[in-house]
């Protein structure tokens, strides 16, 4: 049995999300003491609740102190299984952050796993469930992950009520990764969405961003998404945004976006999101601050050696890298410092999924 004390590093719920996910890929069990204890409120939240139990579910766990507030649990994963779940976090919040939990454990099923998932799908602290689907799947599919996720329904705060669905094939390895390289921008592109609003809203957030971007010689197609409550994929509450794309040569695709909220202009949404991609863009590193952490367990997992350049050093990245180390004995050598461009090479330990033999 490993105890993770849950307050180490970033000490958020990312540390859970990781920390189960590695167990149930290898069945060792595992104690996580001092939950959240950095945050307000502390402990177990709805979205981390159901992310375990979601994992729960794959591998027959048996799981102590599973309740919302508790700051202790104890997992203990015993035989893999695949087939149809169906999780409500019965909040706004986030479809995305659960997937980063149970995206590597439903790899290393028996079996396809499909996940039909309610909740918030466009948050102000975790990625957009767009940001899932044009970056972290297209860069993970390199590894020979096999998945989709589907945006079904959009999910905003307070209630969220959004719907995705995501399924998986099973897969014996996954390959390492190599992206040091930038490249050069070969496509900049994006959506600005909204529910429930004026439609000049997106069209104002997409105006703002391309304006942005060409004062730096950078021609962006941003499409306008105004969903009514008529629309089958219009969320429950209000809510808008803008997320941006950037491809390059090397195979990289950079993310960034932009939540909306009562009182903030819509230019200034999309000025935000244009200036995070233009800071990403002069890093010249191809893999994002926000790819970099999720990238992590993937490259512990895959077999031999992956090296990533990132466009910023984060607390989230190096929180899954002392995990790996901890929970797979994975070794990791970086070359930078924390909130600047670093070099990451990880010697994966190669695990192979014996389920499907």
């Not at 796993?113 to 599919?141: C, F, H, R, W």
């Not at 719907?163 to 014996?172: L, Q």
């Not at 390289?181 to 600005?192: D, R």
Request: charged content about 20%; hydrophobic content about 40%.
């Amino acid at each position: 049995m490993v105890e993770i004390k849950g307050d180490m590093l970033e000490g958020g719920g990312q540390l859970l999300r990781i920390s189960t996910a590695i167990s149930a890929i290898m069945k060792n069990p595992l104690t996580i003491t001092n939950i959240r204890a950095n945050r307000t409120p502390p402990g177990l939240r709805a979205q981390h609740l159901n992310a375990v139990k979601a994992i729960g579910r794959l591998t027959s766990a048996e799981i102590e102190g599973l309740t919302i507030g508790s700051k202790q649990i104890k997992f203990t994963p015993k035989i893999s299984i695949g087939g149809n779940l169906t999780i409500d976090i019965q909040t706004a919040g986030s479809t995305s952050l659960v997937l980063q939990a149970l995206m590597p454990v439903m790899a290393f099923s028996p079996e396809p796993v499909s996940l039909e998932l309610s909740g918030g799908t466009n948050n102000s602290k975790a990625p957009a469930i767009d940001y899932i689907q044009n970056v972290v799947l297209p860069i993970i599919t390199k590894m020979g992950y096999q998945g989709s996720v589907d945006l079904l329904k959009r999910g905003f705060y307070p209630r969220g009520m959004g719907r995705i669905i995501a399924s998986c094939n099973p897969i014996e390895k996954l390959k390492p990764i190599i992206l040091t390289e930038m490249g050069t921008p070969v496509k900049l592109w994006g959506l600005a969405y909204s529910c429930r609003l004026p439609s000049h809203i997106s069209e104002r957030m997409a105006k703002s961003a391309q304006k942005l971007l060409a004062q730096e010689g950078y021609d962006a197609t941003i499409i306008t998404e105004s969903l009514k409550e008529r629309d089958k994929k219009c969320s429950i509450d209000p809510g808008c945004g803008i997320i941006l794309f950037s491809s390059l040569s090397s195979g990289g695709i950079l993310g960034s976006d932009a939540l909306g909220k009562l009182g903030k202009p819509a230019e200034r949404v999309g000025e935000e999101a244009a200036s995070q991609m233009l800071h990403s863009l002069e890093q010249s590193a191809p893999i994002d601050r926000f790819l970099s952490d999720q990238l992590i367990i993937y490259a512990a997992l895959a077999d031999d050696k992956s090296e990533i350049k990132v466009t910023e050093l984060t607390l989230h990245t190096l929180t899954c890298i002392e995990l790996c180390k901890k929970l797979l004995g994975t070794t990791f050598e970086i070359h930078g410092r924390i909130g600047e461009p670093s070099h990451i090479t990880c010697n994966g330990i190669g695990v192979c999924n014996k389920n499907i033999f």
